[in-house]
Structures are given as structure tokens and as C-alpha cells.
């Protein structure tokens, strides 16, 4: 019986920038604990928005975050700031609530 080599290779997508995100190892940053505190938010989101501001794959992220009504900090961007930009997320949660108008 003859051996036969199955050569699978992951077809090139459109998220293929992720391959090149800063954040990477970084998801602490990136979203929320769990009940976490308004102040708490400002420092981790503070220190996201740094990350994002060296990533070479910054503009694709926002838009991508954007199209997809992403929760999290992307591209430089909070939810509320994503959400205030009038890329309104399908279910606003709590501090989202502040920014509807
Ligand atoms: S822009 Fe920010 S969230 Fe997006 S891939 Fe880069 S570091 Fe990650």
C-alpha cells in the first residue's frame, strides 16, 4: 500500500493581520475583569492605547473592530469610543449607557 501525504496549509484569510498585533500575549489589557472598576478601566485602557499606538496593523484593527461591533479595546479604541463614533455595539452593556444620545 503506498503512503500518502496529505500536505494541509490554512488558506490565507482576511485576519491574517492579526499575525502582526502588538498585543499579543497582552489580553489583560484588552478586556475587562469582571466587575471592573471605572478607575481600573482608565489605567488598563490607558496602557492598551499605548500598545495600539506602536502596532503596525492599527488602522485595520479599528476598522475590523468597527465592521464587527467588537467589545474590547481595538485599534486605539475604547467600546465607548467605537460605540460614540456611531459604530454602535448589537448590546450595549452598563458603561456603555453613559455615551448612548
Ligand atoms: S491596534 Fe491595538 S488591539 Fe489592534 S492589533 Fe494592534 S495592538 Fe492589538
Known amino acids: 500500500m503506498a503512503a ?3 500536505i494541509v496549509t490554512r488558506e490565507s ?3 491574517d493581520w492579526m499575525r502582526k498585533a502588538a498585543c499579543k500575549g497582552l489580553t489583560h489589557l484588552f478586556f475587562p475583569s469582571p466587575a471592573e472598576r471605572p478607575q481600573a478601566r482608565e ?3 490607558a496602557a492598551a492605547r499605548e500598545v495600539c499606538g ?3 496593523v492599527n488602522h485595520i484593527c479599528q476598522g475590523y473592530a468597527r465592521d464587527n461591533h467588537e467589545y474590547g479595546f481595538w485599534g486605539g ?3 465607548d469610543e467605537r460605540h ?3 459604530f454602535r455595539l448589537i448590546a450595549p452593556i452598563g458603561v456603555r449607557a453613559r455615551n448612548v444620545g
Do not use: F, K, M
Open 54 to 56: 506602536s502596532c503596525v
Open 77 to 79: 479604541e475604547s467600546e
Open 13 to 15: 484569510t482576511d485576519d
Open 84 to 86: 460614540a463614533a456611531g
Open 43 to 45: 489605567r488598563r485602557e
Open 4 to 6: 500518502v501525504e496529505i
